[in-house]
């Protein structure tokens, strides 16, 4: 099972470009990467998911290298809204249900 | 509005008491999952089911008695918790038990006294 690190916490002003780097040395080939974010007192809500590359959809892209062993959530133009705990999870591509949730990176923005 | 929806959102209870959790999806889901969240402690995956069919039991306590009569209910039977048990419930659902996004309702927050 892939594990990831990300850092604790991360400070930002609004309207900034943020970006969360996730580091997973032990990247599976079936493993696809999802990234979650979650405010308190609610669960964690879908942001973007990708297997190498670059994702892009509405509120964010990912970024991953040729080698897949980290991968940057980018959030572009960010509000006092932003502020949550962002989750990089890398899974199997045939189990959801061995997915490891760490304790995510608390991103704070400033106005 | 994430489609998953679950009651109640506040839960206080004794250690001798019986009480359940509900979820309910609306999104023509297949798989459904129980999680709890402690404080400053990761999400723990606690119960899947695919299909009806419970497919993963990580371990838990059998003071927890998932139920899952339909597709789209999930039920978390509750009896003689201990106070560690407090922890925000979550439940979520996804289009089946792979790799896919999963969509989490907003929890229940148990204290047991």
């Known amino acids: 099972l892939a594990k990831t690190t990300q850092p604790i916490s991360m400070d930002s002003y609004e309207g900034q470009e943020v970006n969360i780097t996730c580091s997973h040395n032990?990247?599976?080939?079936?493993?696809?990467i999802t990234w979650y974010q979650q405010f308190p007192s609610q669960g964690p809500r879908f942001i973007i998911q990708g297997y190498k590359t670059k994702v892009t959809n509405e509120v964010a892209s990912l970024f991953i290298p040729a080698d897949r062993k980290s991968s940057t959530l980018s959030l572009p133009r960010v509000s006092l809204s932003d502020t949550a705990v962002y989750y990089c999870?890398?899974?199997?591509?045939?189990?959801?249900?061995?997915?490891?949730w760490g304790a995510g990176t608390k991103l704070i923005i400033k106005p | 509005e994430t489609g998953v929806t679950q009651t109640p959102r506040h839960l206080v209870m004794g250690m001798t008491n019986k009480k359940s959790l509900k979820c309910e999806q609306h999104?023509?889901?297949?798989?459904m999952y129980w999680y709890k969240q402690s404080a400053k402690k990761p999400l723990e995956l606690m119960f899947v089911?695919?299909?009806?069919?419970?497919?993963e039991n990580n371990s838990v306590p059998s003071r927890f008695s998932p139920e899952c009569p339909n597709s789209s209910h999930l039920f978390l039977h509750l009896h003689t918790l201990q106070p560690e048990d407090s922890a925000l419930y979550l439940c979520a659902s996804s289009q089946d038990s792979s790799n896919q996004p999963q969509h989490f309702g907003d929890g229940t927050r148990l204290s047991i006294l």
């Open positions: 089911y695919s299909l009806e069919e419970r497919v």
């Open positions: 999104l023509g889901h297949n798989a």
């Open positions: 999870l890398v899974g199997d591509t045939d189990s959801n249900y061995q997915l490891i």
């Open positions: 032990n990247i599976a080939t079936n493993d696809y």
